[in-house]
């Protein structure tokens, strides 16, 4: 497609599409006009890859998830499609900023973090390789809240993405399905039926999802809640306003926002509402396609993998017993052999509190039916066992993780050693009992989104020295080791951070009005705020980095800014005080004349992924010092070693696996091991010890107790200082001494700029195994057992 033919149908879609007129069309009606076009493009293709499903009698794949991390989608259209000349040259032409169209895009925060990040990273990849897939989401008219800070505070505002017209998706009215709750259960023999008291409808809206080089698409099928009987026109007519508009309100709470809780579960009716009505919309429908080609349900597993993201649609288990058994009269334990061998499950987090369990009354109250076949597959798990305490229902509620467990023929960690802790911990007795269930895929991310897209200069570089094959085959990224001594190419390779840096720079200016120094080392920890990833830890370390300036502020010390990101959840307070002290921290240190040349601290609001494309690729130090056997993976890890960063992290999760592919003597290691720090937890006042060792730790815990940094309110940060003293359950104080070495390591290795940047290529070189396309081809060999449709591009048709 030439600039001039995208410039006519960006003018048709202005016109015909959007009803403007080029002279009064604002930004907004620009990019709609240019989304259209690009849109127009991408749906050809990807009614020729559904064509091309239907036609074949391949296996699906469905990935059901509470949460899509998206994005924007317009760049990742432009860039997949290979419309980047087109569109900037036709918006050349109009005199129109391509950034500026761009930016305009909201983000589709459909998701907190790394599940949902990985959920759309899993998406894209699975267009890339041409495999039949769907995704099933929930569409939230508000997504992740809004983060500003007021004084430093986190303020929440409604994420109302929706509000504008949202060019990539299609309403589906005709895939409306009625979803129950609550009501009785009239049992028949073994089976049953179900009689909700209430009754809602979900409606679907579709979302193509391109691969690289538009060679394949699928479906990402977003519910949105409807009532089932709109408008009370009744109540209404006798001016009960509010109550007639209530049964339309009611339904709609159920799409209406994302639980903005990442870790805690909160064990709310309305969370459990929307996972039934998720997983409930989204097996019905994958039952209607089934029995659309084929007429017999034994066959399903054959046909179709479902892969549950978490807990969350755990409830999908009982769900398709129900409809196999209960609906369409297969025999019980056939309907969970059936069920067993098409579902299969991913945990994502060890943390006992983000492990969903149900109170078996609200269980029961809101899906009786369910409660009752949870029992009965408790007792055909305990007769095929022979074991009596393993049950998901069990001291008065139901554990949706060993329901997973029990219900799926697969069950997967997302990075080595936590797929290990898996076994060992929370799943012991699943593992013991079935010792071939538990397999790994460590996780990946897309290289189109993270590398070519985010970081044109760098992946312009890689292109120029190894051709263009990386992007769907990222290991060949292992040419560019040949290149590591090449002065030349580590030169571009430096030029092409360090201007990533100053754009940088220039944003933090403009946005944040502090000025950054581009040749200092930008240092990153991005994600969301959390005690087990620890932000505390690098706040003492800065704070204790801080102090040593200003004994001795002539010295040459090796400039550095600290950048952090992320969101706490609204509830939980602890988090918020540290995203507090890292904002009251930059406030005192950006501006002492002592130390500011050598030290800045900024902590842009609204991390999301946007913003993570803007700083991954400005990044010469990655921050993930998570206490050991607490992160299950990371992916902001990947990202940053993708994009030439070098990380400073603990042996946990996947930065085990990252620092045997980039080499150990390549990876700034420290800390404790899993193992160790589960041993330490059981000596007492640890946390005390830690702090009389090391006397740098101690004078920078004080600052924050004497309230150096909240002059006005000396103990704001009481309980932080307080719970590091006393707890500590995260082993901040423990981990200390040796994360300061580390980083003065990292002080020291950035003063060789050209050996830094060797080291950097390197970890870039090695970073192919992190393609999220690599984790899909391990889903499909060990637990979906599906193959991709296309050998050559679907456009051939
Ligand atoms: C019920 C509340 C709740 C909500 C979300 C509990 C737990 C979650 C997610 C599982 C939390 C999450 O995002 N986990 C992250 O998943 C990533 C993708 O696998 C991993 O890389 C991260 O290590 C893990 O913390």
């Not at 339309?248 to 009716?269: F, I």
Request: glycine share 6%.
């Amino acid at each position: 497609m030439t600039p001039s033919e995208m410039k006519d149908a960006i003018l048709h879609h202005l016109v015909y599409t959007l009803g403007k007129d080029a002279a009064t069309a604002h930004v907004y009606d620009w990019r709609m006009a240019l989304s259209f076009a690009v849109r127009d493009r991408i749906v050809d293709r990807w009614f020729a890859a559904t064509r091309r499903t239907y036609g074949s009698n391949l296996k699906r794949v469905y990935y059901l998830s509470l949460e899509f991390l998206i994005g924007r989608l317009l760049k990742d259209a432009i860039v997949n499609m290979r419309l980047e000349e087109a569109a900037t040259g036709a918006l050349k032409e109009l005199a129109l900023d391509y950034r500026e169209i761009l930016e305009d895009e909201p983000d589709a925060a459909l998701g907190n973090g790394g599940l949902g990040r990985l959920a759309a990273c899993f998406m894209e990849s699975m267009s890339t390789i041409g495999l039949p897939a769907m995704g099933y989401g929930i569409r939230y008219e508000n997504g992740l809240f809004r983060q500003r800070f007021e004084d430093g505070r986190q303020i929440e505002e409604p994420e109302d993405w929706l509000s504008q017209r949202h060019a990539w998706e299609f309403e589906r009215p005709e895939v409306s399905i009625d979803i129950g709750f609550g009501g009785h259960v009239q049992e028949i023999g073994s089976r049953a039926n179900w009689y909700p008291s209430e009754m809602l409808i979900a409606m679907a809206h579709d979302t193509p999802v391109i691969g690289w080089k538009g060679r394949w698409g699928n479906t990402l099928r977003l519910w949105e809640s409807r009532p089932m009987h709109g408008f009370d026109l009744a109540r209404f007519n006798r001016g009960e306003y509010a109550a007639a508009a209530e049964p339309e309100a009611l339904a709609r709470t159920l799409s209406r926002v994302l639980y903005p809780d990442d870790h805690t579960e909160q064990g709310k009716e309305l969370r459990l509402k929307q996972e039934f009505f998720h997983t409930a919309a989204s097996l019905r429908d994958i039952i209607r396609r089934f029995e659309s080609e084929y007429d017999d349900l034994k066959l399903l597993p054959k046909k179709a993998a479902i892969q549950i993201n978490d807990t969350h649609p755990a409830i999908a288990g009982p769900e398709l017993v129900r409809i196999l058994h209960d609906e369409r009269g297969m025999d019980f334990e056939e309907a969970v052999g059936i069920a067993r061998a098409t579902l299969s499950y991913t945990n994502h987090t060890l943390l006992p509190e983000a492990l969903e369990t149900w109170g078996e009354a609200r269980m029961g109250r809101l899906l009786p039916r369910h409660m009752q076949l949870i029992d009965r597959i408790d007792d055909l798990h305990r007769r095929e066992t022979g074991t009596h305490s393993l049950n998901a229902h069990q001291d008065g509620k139901v554990h949706m993780g060993t329901l997973g467990f029990i219900m799926a023929h697969k069950v997967n960690g997302v990075a080595a050693l936590h797929t290990e802790l898996m076994k060992s911990t929370v799943f012991k007795e699943l593992h013991e009992l079935h010792p071939d269930r538990i397999v790994n895929e460590t996780n990946g991310v897309t290289p189109r989104r993270w590398l070519l897209s985010c970081n044109p200069r760098l992946s312009g570089l890689i292109t120029d020295t190894i051709g263009e094959d990386w992007v769907d085959d990222l290991e060949q990224l292992e040419k560019l080791e040949a290149h590591a001594d090449d002065s030349a190419f580590v030169d571009a390779f430096l030029a092409a951070k360090r201007a990533n840096k100053v754009d940088l720079s220039q944003w933090i200016a403009e946005t944040l009005k502090v000025s950054v120094d581009p040749d200092s080392i930008f240092d990153i920890q991005v994600k969301r705020i959390h005690e087990y990833k620890r932000q505390h830890l690098n706040l003492l370390e800065t704070i204790a980095h801080w102090q040593e300036i200003r004994d001795n502020p002539n010295a040459d010390w090796v400039p550095r800014v600290k950048i952090f990101g992320g969101k706490a959840f609204p509830n939980y307070i602890y988090a918020k005080e540290m995203v507090r002290l890292a904002n009251d921290m930059a406030t005192v240190m950006n501006s002492d004349p002592l130390t500011s040349r050598y030290l800045k601290v900024v902590f842009p609001p609204n991390y999301n992924v946007s913003l993570a494309e803007r700083l991954i690729p400005a990044a010469d130090l990655s921050e993930q010092i998570s206490t050991a056997g607490k992160e299950a993976s990371g992916t902001g890890n990947m990202k940053f070693t993708l994009n030439g960063a070098l990380t400073i992290g603990t042996l946990d999760g996947a930065n085990v696996e990252i620092r045997d592919l980039v080499g150990a003597e390549n990876f700034f290691l420290f800390g404790m091991t899993a193992a160790e720090v589960m041993e330490r937890r059981k000596e007492g006042g640890h946390a005390a010890r830690a702090i009389a060792e090391d006397p740098r730790l101690g004078r920078a815990l004080e600052a924050i107790r004497s309230g150096i940094f909240s002059p006005d309110e000396p103990g704001r940060y009481h309980s932080i200082t307080e719970n590091l003293t006393h707890h500590d359950y995260f082993m901040v104080c423990s981990d200390f001494t040796d994360y300061w070495r580390a980083q003065r390591e990292v002080d020291a290795a950035f003063t060789d700029r050209k050996q830094w940047t060797r080291t950097a290529v390197l970890n870039t070189a090695r970073a192919g195994w992190l393609s999220s396309d690599r984790t899909i081809r391990g889903y499909m060999s060990d637990i979906w057992h599906a193959e991709p449709a296309t050998e050559g591009d679907v456009a051939a048709g």
